[in-house]
């Protein structure tokens, strides 16, 4: 017995897999970066690197809960790398001031 699938049909299921509903009341669903990496693995025909389970844990501002990032979806993933980029691109300007301010004072 089949069923049939349209644009909205989810798919198969798993406990890893979270759904979600968009404006458009289609059932989306997220997939982990350890998933992507599974996929990447298979069509490179290559193993997976070793040290993808001992990256840094990145700390959701949402929740506060620190995660793996290879738990993370994608599209949270690059938001937070986002966020960093703009976290060091102030920093840098916080430090130059710093840097004109000492210089001022060596003259």
Do not use: F
């Not at 509903?21 to 992507?36: E, F, G, V």
């Not at 620190?66 to 993933?77: A, F, G, S, W």
């Amino acid at each position: 017995m089949s069923s049939a699938s349209g644009p909205g049909d989810p798919g198969p299921l798993n406990k890893n897999t979270k759904l979600t509903q968009n404006k458009h009341r289609k059932y989306t669903k997220h997939m982990q970066i350890k998933k992507l990496l599974e996929i990447e693995s298979i069509i490179g025909d290559r193993k997976i690197p070793c040290d993808m389970d001992t990256l840094n844990l990145h700390k959701s501002q949402s929740t506060g809960k620190e995660i793996k990032l290879v738990d993370m979806h994608l599209p949270h993933l690059l938001r937070a790398y986002s966020r960093l980029i703009d976290t060091w691109d102030e920093r840098e300007g916080y430090n130059d001031g710093w840097n004109d301010a000492l210089e001022s004072l060596k003259k």
